[in-house]
């Protein structure tokens, strides 16, 4: 079975310094993995995707998330947080058969100025 | 190009009343999945129409059904709502498929439905 373990459901950072958002993910196979971010009242969107190319992958807004296999990790991050980064972020797996999506539980991003 | 579209983006029932909520995919995109979200439980995912068909389906109660119709458009209804019915109740669609219901992984959104259940 698939699963996707976010390691903070809260993380705070002053607005400049760096993100590290931690997800690790558990799957038979090495598995294609997203991550997503939702503002407040707001849909998901999505921020970026690995899909077995490049390990290191960069999305919109600064993100890039590096795929280690040997750790089992997607780790998301930023070199300077913005206050517009404060939002909550999922990470996401999609299995080998390309048939289900698993979605970890959040780690919701806070921004002080 | 519109985006996911979902109504009404907010609503308040009574417990026992039942809801319908409605969502626009974006233009040739025919999977539509659904997603129940709260502060305790996070994201769930209700179920997933392609081409008209329930192609999976959450741990969800009776209660929760939903339907696609010809033009890709989804609804889900809610019947007898209860207090732990609130929710935010999330749409997306995505991409055409890979191939024999292989996904992309790629979803697009819409803004969700609030539901409150009095």
């Known amino acids: 079975a698939q699963s996707v373990t976010q390691l903070d459901s809260h993380v705070s950072v002053s607005e400049g310094t760096p993100v590290l958002l931690r997800c690790n993910y558990s799957?038979?196979?090495?598995?294609?993995l997203f991550w997503y971010v939702q503002h407040p009242n707001k849909g998901l969107q999505l921020l970026l995707k690995?899909?077995?190319?490049?390990?290191l992958v960069k999305g919109i807004n600064g993100f890039e998330a590096e795929f280690k296999k040997s750790e089992t990790s997607f780790h998301l991050t930023k070199p300077s947080a913005h206050m517009s980064d404060a939002a909550e972020y999922f990470c996401?797996?999609?299995?080998?058969?390309?048939?289900?999506?698993?979605f970890g539980k959040g780690t919701m991003l806070l921004v002080s100025p | 190009k519109a985006g996911v579209t979902q109504t009404p983006r907010y609503l308040i029932k009574t417990r026992g009343q039942q809801v319908t909520l409605s969502c626009s995919p974006i233009?040739?995109?025919?999977?539509v999945s659904w997603y129940q979200q709260t502060p305790g439980q996070g994201l769930q995912f209700l179920f997933e129409?392609?081409?008209?068909?329930?192609?999976n389906k959450g741990n969800f109660p009776g209660r929760f059904s939903g339907r696609q119709f010809s033009n890709s458009r989804s609804e889900m209804n809610v019947s007898t709502l209860e207090l732990g019915d609130s929710a935010l109740y999330l749409c997306?669609?995505?991409?055409?498929?890979?191939?024999?219901?292989?996904?992309?992984?790629?979803?697009?959104f819409g803004e969700g439905s609030r539901l409150t259940v009095l």
């Open positions: 997306a669609s995505s991409l055409p498929e890979l191939g024999q219901g292989r996904k992309t992984g790629e979803l697009f």
């Open positions: 799957s038979s196979y090495s598995p294609s």
């Open positions: 690995y899909t077995s190319a490049a390990t």
């Open positions: 996401v797996a999609v299995n080998s058969g390309y048939s289900t999506l698993t």
């Open positions: 233009s040739g995109h025919r999977s």
């Open positions: 129409y392609f081409s008209e068909t329930q192609r």
